[in-house]
């Protein structure tokens, strides 16, 4: 029998293994150091505990004791502003809007480019051109601050570095254009907040070697 989430003590998410918002969301609350229990789900079968508490059987979706969250940017910014430290939101607005700007036109411009090339068949290459090519035209963000758009890593960094993660996985290689976007995303990858964020099929997107 499955325990009722609203009766846990602790934070419950359910995520699948190896989607990018999910990983978004973990990333985040790997980043806050925050405990929390992990449960997986398949998206084409979504559990009926998850249904009775997400009409949408959507994933991640985030309970904490009576509070049940959808919506990946409203999952993430609720655990940066129920965990505030540390923070991963600038203070001034301008900021914080700009950075808000860059998830919503990552959803809308990336991910549906990886998903595509995850469908495969003969879209896929297309797709993978067009990502490589919105990439490459960020370049001069990555090489602006040390974090995508900010000094500090933030809440669009664990979008985006998902989406890095991912490139040799699904066939996209930057080349020497791209250099400083694989240096920002090595910078990530060695720490333990992101490893601590990854599912093991998601450790399986890159041979060990390159995880060393």
């Known amino acids: 029998m499955v325990q009722n989430p609203r009766l846990r003590n602790a934070l419950t998410l359910y995520t699948t293994a190896d989607d990018i918002q999910c990983h978004r969301a973990r ?8 405990s929390y229990e992990r449960v997986l789900v398949d998206s084409a079968r979504p559990p009926q505990d998850l249904l009775d508490l997400n009409p949408y059987g959507s994933t991640p979706t985030l309970i904490d004791r009576d509070l049940t ?23 001034d607005p301008q900021s ?6 860059a998830a919503v036109r ?8 990886v998903d595509k090339i995850r469908a495969g068949g003969r879209p896929a290459d297309a797709a993978r051109k067009r990502l490589r090519e919105q990439l490459l035209s960020t370049v001069p963000l990555f090489k602006a601050s040390r974090f995508f758009l900010n000094p500090e890593m933030s809440l669009a960094d664990c979008l985006v570095a998902p989406v890095i993660w991912r490139l040799p996985w699904l066939g996209v290689d930057l080349g020497r254009e791209g250099k400083s976007i694989v240096d920002y995303g090595e ?3 060695h720490s333990q907040g992101f490893a601590r964020s990854m599912t093991d099929e998601e450790k399986a997107m890159r041979p060990v070697h390159e995880q060393a």
């Open 106 to 113: 990552i959803e809308k411009d990336w991910l549906p480019e």
């Open 96 to 101: 914080r809007a700009r950075l808000r700007v």
């Open 187 to 189: 910078r990530l990858f």
């Open 69 to 91: 969250l959808f919506d990946t940017a409203v999952v993430c910014e609720y655990i940066d502003e129920r965990y505030p430290h540390p923070p991963l939101m600038p203070i």
């Open 27 to 34: 990333l985040v609350l790997a980043a806050k150091g925050v």
